[in-house]
């Protein structure tokens, strides 16, 4: 059998409709690849295949949505060309992909630009959008190059959008020439209304939303919203909120923000005598809860995660949206899609939050953290190890044995067809008890579709040139701050005179009220969901009138909450992630008077960043760092508890307001550069005073996180 997309007008056109072999079974599969497509005129859509007891059959299943029914493109993931074109394949609208440079999924294999412009024409005649994702925090010194990548990018792929997270590259892109529209990525953290406006007057046109939302809060969200909106409906769940994660960075310099995530909450973890994965959390799955958000409005995508993912998760999730989408009514094709995606290779799943009323903890310590379809544990002895794999494994398929990044993992190649329970004996040495898991399958029929698609690929006759783009620095600052400020940050609001930094929270227990307002800064969080919208707006609003004017905010969108920022003195703070030049002035563009740079920076780029700064810089000297914000916890565990890692580091949980904090148990220290950073300019040099828990004890470490070792 073979499968593909293809057109109605009368009947099914030729090109890539597929001869159906209705005797034969697909692989052994309880559901059948699908094959969809769409009319010309755009109002119907078809899908091939329903299995049953393993033999195929094609339907036509008109979409005839109700008028109150938005239709949202359903954005494929590609981070390979395989990937790609069993996007293509599945009748994907758009698909998303990385370059070798700038990508947040840095480990894929990604896209040279003349390959890229290739598989842009050949999508660009089957009416699907390319989006490329330049989603990483750019370093100062990587301006010119991010600007050229874009330049080149413009001139030989033309792609229909470019995702970003940090908002420098908003600047750049203005310099560059950039005519597509610009996308914000997740990992630029915009979590409620807050900051749409200020997002549409820049010139973004669509927004990714956290995982993390409930199907309320995506609507009230999405209400009146200027922007084009995103939400993830299927993939990997990270611990961390998109954007709020630097585990990885602390660990070793290797930072998520950059795509380069090493992902340390997927290790195993001691809490209280008890071994689990405390932190690696299973992948979301909305399947046919989806057909809510068909009323949603401002609702233009349903993102599938994966760009690390092979071609058949790529076909079968892909297809199987595409289906809950044009037909969600229908019982039938529910229950086509449900098989596919089980059949998809993916961890186990969950809805997450996103049913308000049975929000689901989307952690198990007990259950392997490792994606893929998990098979069995490695048995016998080293020089002859085995498995029995709880399914059948076919030619083609790839095997992981091991967790992926950790030391001992391997990934092997299927050549003959191994029964399920059967014994299959791994080549080399494999440590028993590893798990093993299936983490992609070539079918004989996907594998021609892709083929036949790849015939087709013409490569471009005029080659990627090089790029003269120099970025334009705006015009440093003239008159620096004279002395540099010493700012103490408190969680509890303590009884002593100001100025003093105190961290705002919803809980009316927490003094935030110390001293005068005038004098004091008040740090709003990381993160403000949308159920919290209000209540932040009324904290922030009457401080205003009691007269605190000194703000740091947790998010650059945050500035929305503010009616007249330039008669207030706001900051951008360290968790914005403030890492380049042009992003200071993104900033000073908004009414911000400074901006705490992102902690991840090595000491060139501090200095670097000082030297050129449009506006007032500082930076976090000393103290707690939280590694990690979520909005999730182990239900096994509790907070103010250590989890000690493989490495024997220390981490502990605590809960502020909606959202959980991972601390490690060592500081940020650089008090003995404090001299350096007042010359350079720096004028507020944050000592974070985070109440230590009773049964955390703080280890004598450097604290210089990447000053010396650089970010990667």
């Not at 409930?214 to 998109?242: M, N």
């Not at 700012?487 to 930094?501: D, H, M, Q, T």
Request: glycine share 8%.
């Amino acid at each position: 059998m073979a499968v593909g997309v293809g057109k109605i007008s009368a009947g099914l056109s030729p090109g890539l409709v597929p001869a159906i072999n209705t005797e034969k079974p697909l692989n052994g599969y309880a559901y059948s690849v699908l094959f969809a497509g769409s009319n010309t005129c755009g109002h119907g859509y078809f899908a091939v295949i329903r299995s049953v007891t393993g033999r195929l059959r094609h339907c036509l299943k008109p979409f005839n949505p109700p008028f109150t029914m938005t239709r949202p493109e359903i954005l494929a993931p590609a981070g390979q060309e395989a990937s790609f074109l069993a996007a293509l394949a599945a009748g994907a609208d758009a698909i998303y992909c990385g370059l070798k440079h700038f990508s947040a999924r840095a480990e894929a294999d990604n896209f040279s630009l003349s390959r890229l412009a290739a598989l842009r024409q050949l999508a660009g005649e089957q009416n699907v959008r390319v989006y490329v994702a330049l989603n990483t925090l750019i370093k100062p010194q990587e301006l010119d190059k991010a600007g050229r990548l874009l330049d080149r990018l413009q001139r030989f792929v033309q792609p229909d959008a470019v995702i970003f997270s940090d908002p420098g590259l908003v600047d750049i892109a203005r310099q560059a020439g950039l005519e597509c529209e610009l996308h914000l990525s997740t990992l630029g953290a915009l979590t409620s209304r807050t900051g749409q406006r200020r997002l549409a007057d820049m010139g973004v046109s669509r927004a990714v939303l956290p995982r993390e939302l409930d199907i309320d809060e995506i609507r009230k969200t999405a209400d009146k919203s200027p922007l084009q909106l995103e939400v993830f409906v299927h993939g990997a769940l990270c611990y961390g909120v998109s954007g709020r994660c630097w585990w990885s960075s602390y660990l070793g310099g290797k930072s998520g923000l950059r795509g380069r995530c090493v992902q340390p909450c997927r290790r195993s973890y001691d809490y209280k005598g008890q071994r689990g994965n405390y932190f690696s959390c299973l992948d979301l799955e909305l399947d046919v809860l989806v057909k809510t958000l068909l009323t949603v409005p401002n609702l233009s995508a349903w993102k599938i995660e994966g760009r690390k993912k092979g071609a058949h998760y790529v076909f079968y999730t892909t297809t199987a949206y595409r289906l809950l989408r044009d037909n969600p009514d229908d019982a039938d094709t529910k229950k086509e899609a449900q098989g596919l995606l089980e059949q998809a290779l993916g961890r186990k799943s969950t809805h997450y939050n996103f049913l308000p009323q049975r929000p689901f903890v989307p952690l198990s310590p007990a259950r392997e953290p490792g994606s893929g379809r998990h098979l069995g544990v490695v048995k016998g002895s080293r020089s002859k190890s085995y498995i029995n794999p709880a399914i059948q494994l076919l030619p083609g398929d790839l095997v992981r044995v091991g967790q992926e990044g950790e030391t001992g993992h391997k990934l092997i190649k299927i050549k003959k067809t191994v029964p399920g329970k059967g014994r299959f004996d791994l080549p080399g040495s494999c440590r028993p008890g590893l798990p093993a898991f299936l983490i992609d399958r070539q079918e004989t029929e996907l594998t021609g579709l892709i083929q036949d698609l790849e015939s087709k690929i013409i490569d471009p006759e005029i080659r990627p040139g090089a790029s003269r783009f120099i970025y334009q620095l705006p015009a440093p600052l003239k008159k620096k701050s004279a002395r540099a400020l010493n700012l103490e940050v408190f969680r509890f609001a303590p009884r002593k005179k100001g100025p003093l930094g105190i961290h705002l929270s919803l809980d009316p227990q927490r003094g935030v009220i110390s001293g005068p307002l005038r004098d004091n800064w008040y740090f709003l969080p990381p993160v403000i969901w949308p159920r919290e919208e209000e209540e932040w707006q009324e904290i922030i609003t009457g401080l205003q009138k009691k007269g605190a004017r000194n703000f740091v905010l947790g998010s650059v969108w945050q500035v929305d909450m503010f009616k007249t920022p330039e008669k207030l003195n706001l900051w951008a703070g360290p968790y914005a992630n403030i890492a380049n030049p042009a992003a200071l002035k993104i900033l000073q563009e908004l009414g911000f008077k400074g901006a705490v740079l992102s902690p991840e920076l090595s000491r060139e780029d501090f200095m670097q960043m000082a030297h050129k700064a449009c506006i007032q810089v500082g930076i976090v000297i000393k103290g707690l760092w939280p590694v990690s914000i979520s909005r999730t916890f182990a239900a096994e565990a509790r907070p103010f508890l250590p989890f000690i890692s493989p490495k024997k580091e220390t981490f502990w949980a605590a809960k502020r307001d909606a959202n959980i904090y991972i601390y490690p148990n060592w500081e940020i220290n650089l008090t003995e550069f404090e001299s350096d950073l007042r010359r350079a300019g720096f004028s507020l040099l944050l000592h974070l005073k985070e109440p230590l828990p009773r049964k955390i004890t703080l280890k004598d470490r450097p604290g210089l996180w990447n000053w010396e070792q650089g970010l990667v």
